[in-house]
């Protein structure tokens, strides 16, 4: 078993982070993501399930399932890949009116096939890391758009 735990901040007002983080079309074949769909339930409800093919680090398709989500605050579910299982926790606090920090806490359980050639846990918090920064450069174009004037 192994945990990760980071943070991110992001220059913007946390309801934008939180709706781009949520908006699954926004992410399809972009950055680490090839197709997402929700399979089962409603968006983001409580037991739904999302099949999210990542297209790097290698392709695989995750199977996440909802455990909890408060909108503006909190999300948790747990995915299963390659014969691990990650429960994933992300909080959205507002430092401050134009500012929104992230948490991440991901647990991994499960062993990989060694098949790989490489340690994967490394790999997951490398290419998670990335989509947070991903994030982040989206929020801030975001913010900034909608302080232009027309």
């Given at each position: 078993m192994q945990f990760f735990e980071f943070e991110?901040?992001?220059?913007?007002?946390?309801?934008?982070?939180?709706?781009?983080?949520?908006d699954i079309e926004q992410w399809q074949n972009r950055s680490i993501f090839g197709e997402m769909r929700w399979v089962k339930g409603s968006p983001?409800?409580?037991?739904?399930r999302l099949s999210i093919e990542t297209r790097s680090p290698f392709r695989s398709t995750v199977d996440q399932v909802v455990q909890h989500f408060r909108a503006?605050?909190?999300?948790?579910?747990?995915?299963h890949v390659l014969g691990l299982?990650?429960?994933?926790?992300?909080?959205?606090?507002s430092d401050a009116a134009s500012q929104?920090?992230?948490?991440v806490r991901m647990q991994i359980?499960?062993?990989?096939?060694?098949?790989?050639?490489f340690a994967i846990e490394p790999v997951i918090l490398k290419t998670t890391k990335r989509?947070?920064?991903?994030?982040?450069?989206?929020?801030?174009?975001?913010?900034?758009?909608?302080?232009?004037?027309?």
């Open positions: 991110v901040g992001v220059r913007c007002p946390l309801a934008i982070v939180f709706a781009i983080y949520t983001w409800a409580e037991g739904s503006n605050e909190s999300v948790s579910y747990l995915s299982t990650i429960e994933t926790w992300v909080t959205f606090h929104t920090i992230i948490r359980v499960g062993k990989v096939s060694r098949a790989l050639g989509f947070f920064e991903d994030l982040c450069r989206e929020c801030e174009a975001a913010s900034k758009d909608a302080a232009s004037p027309l």
